[in-house]
């Protein structure tokens, strides 16, 4: 398996780092520590149209959506979130829990390594961390296109990927569901989504949220040669100390070793194609 390094691109608001990944084999590996940033005007120059409608874009991704998030829905597997202090001295605080389907179809959690905490100047619990673990994660799945506003930006190589670059804007705000506002990548090749930057947005502010992270990039990785996972998320972002300092934590959540449970999947994957190979740490 390889990993290749890519830079995200930063739309409207949003300044993110990114990359995107694609696997050969039935897992991820992880990431290594160098990324890069580079910003893109919030109006793109000289967009042009692609070779094949926009609007017939989204449909083939959505489509896609629609069968990875069902294959998703069918496979276990386990995953770690750490958060640590960018500061000196740093500490961090991890835990590691495996996600997976019960007979009855839900999927549940249970916890593999109990949390560790080294951290110096925060404090966090797996209450806090769970809310992280519970992102939406196939937020442009066809039933749910209805929802927002997409607009075509252009093209983007992210390696030995060409991928088209989509804004996502809710079109009206929910009282208590999240909605997707970013940008997501689309391979040209599959229709597959392989990135996406932002954050999730709803009507009412939940409370109770000790984590201060908010935009998130997410990395696919192709899972047995036949489906785009969400595999690995970043965000970076800062706690106000007393004394009026602001301390920069960084959050990794990474999910690893998918098992496919015993069920079968009707709908047909996209074909595997070469697979990006970095992500930043």
Known sequence: MKILHIAIALFSLFATVSGAARAQSSGPVAPPPKYEVKRVPAQPVDVK?????????????????????????????????????????????????????????????????????????????????????????????????????????????????????????????????PLFDGVVWVDQQEFAIVKSSGKFVREVVTQGNGLPFSMFDTYRENISGKYWFPTYTVSDDFVSEPNGQNLPLHLVVRSTDFQPNPVAITAPPAPATTAPTQKPN
Do not use: C, H
């Open 49 to 177: 149209a692609p070779p094949i409608p926009a609007e017939e874009i989204i449909r083939r991704f959505a489509t896609n959506e629609d069968v990875m998030k069902k294959a998703f829905d069918q496979f276990s597997y386990n995953q770690t979130i750490r958060i640590k202090e960018m500061s000196d001295p740093a500490g961090e605080f991890s835990v590691t829990g495996e996600m997976f389907i019960k007979s009855d179809g839900q999927r549940y959690d249970r916890i593999v390594k109990q949390p560790v905490s080294t951290l110096k100047q925060t404090s966090f619990t797996l209450e806090d961390v769970k809310t992280v673990a519970n992102l939406p994660l196939f937020a442009l799945t066809t039933d749910q296109l209805t929802n927002y506003n997409l607009k075509y930006e252009g093209t983007e190589k992210l390696d030995e990927l060409n991928t088209y670059i989509f804004r996502v804007q809710p079109k009206q705000l929910m009282r208590n569901r």
